[in-house]
């Protein structure tokens, strides 16, 4: 079992809906959560990052957190193309002081 | 000013040589990273170094051996290169080993 799992996709949504981005993780001692955008050919660079139970919103993204159930999701309001890219989740987890990534959803937003 | 560099952007070679990889940042972290990223995407640390002292050895053959001089600069080096080595290698750092990391540009390396 890998320890952070996404679906690869593609996720295909129009412009203007919500594009809903999952990820799971094994270990239960993991503390916090970050998302990466990743274009083609590009490095990675974080959108979100959280730490505790709920939801935490920053324009139109909103990371939730539910270590009960150990997942984490990204939604992005009103998708645009620029969005097109592939999303990284990662777990960091103290014990082990690593962040471990998931193998990323590639989203499309279509017109 | 680019914060965290590396050198060189793209390295093709031939099997069996040994190659190595730069990456410096200007940013004052204590905490720095080597990730592979291969063709599929998964993103997967090798290496993490805190204030020139090495954190983390993800079970990576011994024929890659990071070598910080100053909490700034982390370079790879690769002997005797093998066709799986082929993939892009990131550099990253960080203030502090849970906060947010700032990556370089990538080495995308092919082993021919």
């Known amino acids: 079992q890998k320890e952070v799992e996404q679906n690869s996709g593609p996720l295909s949504v129009p412009e203007g809906a919500i594009a809903s981005l999952n990820c799971t993780y094994s270990d239960r001692g993991s503390q916090s959560f970050f998302w990466y955008r990743q274009y083609s050919g590009k490095s990675p660079e974080l959108i979100m990052f959280?730490?505790?139970?709920g939801d935490k919103e920053d324009g139109r993204f909103t990371a939730q957190l539910n270590k009960a159930s150990q997942y984490v999701s990204l939604l992005i309001r009103d998708s645009q193309p620029s969005d097109s890219a592939t999303y990284l989740c990662a777990a960091y987890t103290g014990t082990a002081s690593k962040l471990t990534f998931g193998t990323g959803t590639r989203l499309q937003v279509t017109l | 000013d680019t914060a965290v560099s590396q050198t060189p952007k793209y390295l093709v070679t031939q099997m069996g040589n040994d190659k190595s990889i730069k990456c410096e940042q200007n940013?004052?972290?204590?905490?720095m990273y080597w990730y592979k990223q291969d063709s599929k995407k998964f993103l997967k640390i090798m290496f993490s170094?805190?204030?020139?002292?090495?954190?983390i050895n993800e079970t990576v053959p011994n024929r890659f051996s990071p070598k910080s001089p100053d909490k700034a600069h982390l370079n790879l080096h690769i002997n005797s290169l093998e066709l799986g080595d082929s993939a892009v290698y990131f550099c990253?750092?960080?203030?502090?080993?849970?906060?947010?990391?700032?990556f370089g540009s990538g080495t995308q390396l092919s082993v021919l």
């Open positions: 990253a750092s960080s203030k502090q080993e849970n906060e947010k990391l700032f």
């Open positions: 959280i730490y505790s139970n």
């Open positions: 940013l004052g972290h204590d905490t």
């Open positions: 170094y805190n204030n020139k002292e090495l954190i």
